[in-house]
């Protein structure tokens, strides 16, 4: 039986177990898990006899590196477990104590492997050469060994690793108080709903009353999110500008010429290819403009508000989709990627994998997690909406992606780069999408579903580049010594959305604070990421619909490459080339399809 949307949050204990995940997949009991803790610790002492000694032979570099693999795999393993468990209810002071306990054991792990790297980059590459050739079992780390090379002078000696390392869970501070602040503390007023019944405002629900066709009630969560984010705007101001700070600190001691060029080497991307994705989106917001009037004259409305923005342009054919038949929606629309592939998705729906609904204290939001040594994870919060069903089929496929690199790769390249992880994900919505519009012969179904593609390419594309340019802007300013205050963070953020919006909407001054509620404005330049992982799930996914099996092999390859090359040419095996602004382009134009499609359906 589904769980019904409750007026209050319940308790953890009071969802149904069959919609929770089964992190007892990982550990069974919390003493396995301190098992595991005490065995990092023991792989700790034994990897240090290897300090000083890489440059003896290669069966001793073979040898530090497998237990590497070890060390690592089974500290992400008890890592992992205590975040996920003090996800579920952030308030719970156990699994506290356990995820602060992990993220000690993760630093000092991370201290005492500081010495391989270094010792790694000081042996001539023609000694490390001839130890591969020696020793064979040496060759699977051979892109691990060109990407040390490749980065050769951004890296330190072995004590200033090692500082670098030890200031981690500092320099994570600001992330974890937000964190904090933002899943366990922070409380919202009630909202009268349409049927002038009080509900409680959460983060998990906040969409939803946006999506209300009663205006009221989208203008009353609007401000009661925002007044109260607004509240705490100095003491969120000061968390976020800790994060800026933490970013050029590690940029400027790793030899970088700013935050920016750090964040985007690790890809091997250079920063002309994010300020071509601003460029390219800053040409084309006449577009993005066309659609808003669209939206103005759909809705009735004279003035279009900030509020206004997410409520659909056609009525809902359903008002509530069902988590059981979200699933077989998904799966539906996934059939084009193969039997391989679903059976993996059935697995995942099945057996553990997925928490579904939103309690007191649970981490807002949706994310895929999970460890090499076990099966991936999904959290949603789902609410039954259309959104929620995209969600659900996005973190997916993370979740598939993860399936496939951890089956196909060793360890030290089963970590794929959050670039290609966002592919994965946005191919299964770009796929669920098509599904719906060749499935429905209505009309205004067929609006509803074309607004809501748009509305993801605006979430996606436009607002997530939004995102990306208010972080150049910040990072910039801080690396120019200017002053970075509430008053800064509010009128930069406010003048984006006005370049962004204010042709066509009344850009409400509320909306000066959200950057305060973004999580991902702790992970820098984290979010171009989602703009461009669409552009490329937009080529892959045509693909796939018109090419059949052979874009499935590449798209399944691409998959299970993990991170043994770069992200740009693991993409260009699966046939897109992200290092011009035309793939950028395309999507664009597709959006323009697609808006041209609605604005003879409801224009």
Same mark, same amino acid.
């Given at each position: 039986m589904?769980?019904s949307?409750?007026?209050t949050?319940p308790?953890r204990?009071?969802?149904e177990? $069959?919609? =929770?995940w089964?992190?007892e997949?990982i550990?069974? $009991?919390?003493?396995?898990?301190?098992?595991?803790f005490?065995?990092?610790?023991?792989?700790?002492?034994? %990897?240090i006899?290897? =300090?000083?000694?890489?440059a003896?032979?290669?069966?001793?570099?073979?040898k530090?590196?497998?237990?590497?693999?070890?060390?690592?795999?089974?500290?992400?393993?008890?890592?992992?477990?205590?975040?996920?468990?003090?996800?579920e209810d952030?308030?719970?002071s156990?699994y506290?104590?356990?995820a602060g306990?992990?993220?000690?054991?993760?630093? &000092?792990?991370?201290?005492?492997?500081?010495?391989?790297?270094?010792e790694?980059?000081?042996?001539?590459?023609?000694v490390?050469?001839?130890? %591969?050739?020696?020793e064979?079992?040496l060759?699977?780390?051979?892109?691990f060994?060109n990407?040390?090379l490749?980065?050769?002078?951004?890296?330190?000696?072995e004590k200033?690793e090692?500082?670098?390392?030890?200031?981690?869970e500092?320099?994570?501070?600001?992330?974890?108080?937000?964190s904090?602040f933002?899943n366990?503390?922070?409380r919202?007023?009630?909202?009268?709903?349409?049927?002038?019944?009080?509900?409680?405002?959460t =983060?998990?629900n906040y969409?939803?009353f946006l999506?209300?066709?009663?205006r009221?009630?989208?203008?009353?969560?609007?401000n009661?999110?925002?007044?109260?984010?607004?509240?705490?705007k100095n003491?969120?101001?000061?968390?976020?500008?800790?994060?800026?700070?933490?970013a050029k600190?590690?940029?400027?001691?790793?030899?970088y010429?700013?935050?920016?060029?750090?964040? +985007?080497?690790s890809?091997?991307i250079t920063?002309d290819?994010?300020n071509?994705l %601003?460029?390219?989106?800053?040409k084309?917001l006449?577009?993005?403009?066309r659609?808003l009037?669209?939206?103005?004259?759909?809705?009735?409305?004279?003035?279009?508000?900030?509020y &206004?923005?997410?409520?659909?342009?056609v009525?809902?054919s359903?008002?509530?989709?069902?988590?059981?038949?979200?699933?077989?929606? *998904?799966?539906?629309s996934?059939k084009?990627l193969?039997s391989?592939?679903?059976s993996y998705l059935?697995e995942?729906?099945?057996?553990?994998?997925?928490?579904?609904?939103e309690?007191?204290g649970?981490?807002?939001?949706a994310?895929?997690?999970?460890t090499?040594?076990?099966?991936p994870?999904?959290?949603?919060n789902y609410?039954?909406?259309i959104n929620?069903?995209?969600t659900l089929?996005?973190?997916?496929?993370?979740?598939i992606?993860s399936?496939f690199?951890?089956?196909?790769?060793?360890?030290?390249?089963s970590?794929?780069?959050?670039?290609?992880?966002e592919?994965?994900?946005? *191919?299964?919505?770009?796929?669920l999408i098509?599904?719906?519009?060749e $499935?429905t012969?209505?009309p =205004?179904?067929k609006a509803?579903?074309l607004?809501?593609y748009?509305?993801?390419f605006?979430?996606t594309?436009?607002?997530?580049?939004?995102?990306a340019?208010?972080?150049?802007i910040?990072?910039?300013?801080?690396n120019?010594k200017?002053?970075?205050?509430?008053?800064?963070l509010?009128h930069?953020y406010?003048?984006l959305?006005?370049?962004?919006?204010?042709?066509?909407?009344? *850009?409400? $001054?509320?909306?000066?604070?959200e950057?305060?509620?973004?999580?991902?404005?702790y992970?820098s330049?984290y979010?171009y990421?989602?703009?461009?992982?669409?552009s490329a799930?937009?080529?892959i996914?045509?693909?796939?619909l018109?090419?059949?099996?052979?874009?499935?092999?590449r798209?399944i390859?691409?998959?299970k490459?993990g991170?043994?090359?770069?992200?740009l040419?693991?993409?260009k095996?699966?046939? *897109?080339?992200?290092?011009?602004?035309?793939?950028?382009? &395309?999507?664009?134009? %597709?959006?323009?399809?697609?808006?041209?499609k609605?604005?003879? +359906?409801i224009?």
């Open positions: 589904e769980k949307v409750g007026k949050l308790k204990e009071n969802i177990k $069959k919609y =929770k089964k992190l997949d550990y069974p $009991k919390n003493s396995d898990w301190e098992k595991d005490a065995v990092s610790k023991e792989y700790m002492s034994e %990897i006899n290897f =300090k000083g000694k890489l003896d032979s290669p069966k001793k570099l073979l530090c590196l497998t237990l590497y693999s070890k060390l690592m795999s089974l500290t992400d393993r008890v890592f992992v477990y205590a975040r996920m468990k003090k996800d952030n308030s719970n156990l506290q104590g356990l306990r992990a993220y000690t054991l993760m630093t &000092d792990v991370l201290s005492s492997v500081s010495f391989i790297v270094p790694i980059i000081a042996l001539p590459e023609n490390l050469n001839d130890f %591969i050739s020696k064979k079992e060759k699977i780390y051979q892109q060994f990407e040390l490749r980065q050769k002078e951004h890296i330190l000696s200033e090692k500082l670098l390392a030890l200031s981690s500092m320099a994570g501070s600001s992330r974890e108080i937000f904090m933002n366990a503390d922070i919202f007023p009630n909202i009268t709903n349409e049927n002038n019944e009080e509900i409680e405002l =983060k998990g969409i939803k999506e209300s066709e009663n009221r009630v989208r203008e009353d969560a609007f009661a999110l925002y007044t109260t984010y607004g509240k705490f003491t969120l101001a000061a968390s976020l500008l800790g994060s800026i700070k933490a600190f590690y940029a400027s001691t790793s030899k010429n700013s935050s920016l060029e750090a964040s +985007l080497d890809d091997n920063p290819v994010y071509n %601003i460029d390219t989106i800053d084309n006449p577009l993005l403009h659609y009037r669209l939206r103005k004259k759909a809705l009735g409305l004279e003035h279009l508000h900030m &206004d923005l997410y409520v659909p342009m009525e809902k359903k008002m509530n989709i069902p988590y059981e038949e979200a699933k077989d929606i *998904v799966k539906d996934l084009p193969g391989e592939y679903l059935d995942g729906f099945k057996n553990g994998w997925i928490d579904v609904y309690n007191r649970k981490t807002s939001g994310y895929s997690w999970g090499y040594t076990t099966h994870y999904v959290l949603l609410q039954g909406t929620d069903v995209f089929a996005h973190e997916m496929g993370h979740a992606h399936f690199t951890n089956k196909a790769q060793p360890y030290i390249y970590e794929y780069k959050i670039f290609v992880a592919v994965a994900s946005t *191919v299964n919505e770009s796929l098509k599904h719906l519009l $499935k012969h209505d =205004k179904e509803y579903l607004n809501h748009l509305e993801q605006r979430g594309v436009f607002r997530q580049v939004m995102f340019e208010f972080e150049k910040m990072h910039e300013k801080y120019n200017e002053a970075l205050t509430t008053e800064t509010c930069v406010l003048e959305n006005k370049k962004y919006f204010e042709k066509e909407v009344e *850009v409400d $001054k509320g909306i000066s604070i950057w305060a509620r973004i999580p991902h404005f992970s330049f979010v990421k989602y703009a461009m992982g669409f799930a937009t080529a996914s045509n693909m796939i018109h090419e059949g099996q052979s874009a499935v092999d798209y390859n691409f998959l490459g991170s043994s090359d770069y992200p040419e693991l993409l095996t699966a046939g *897109v080339d992200l290092s011009t602004p035309q793939p950028i382009q &395309d999507a664009l134009k %597709i959006f323009e399809e697609t808006l041209s609605l604005e003879e +359906l224009g």
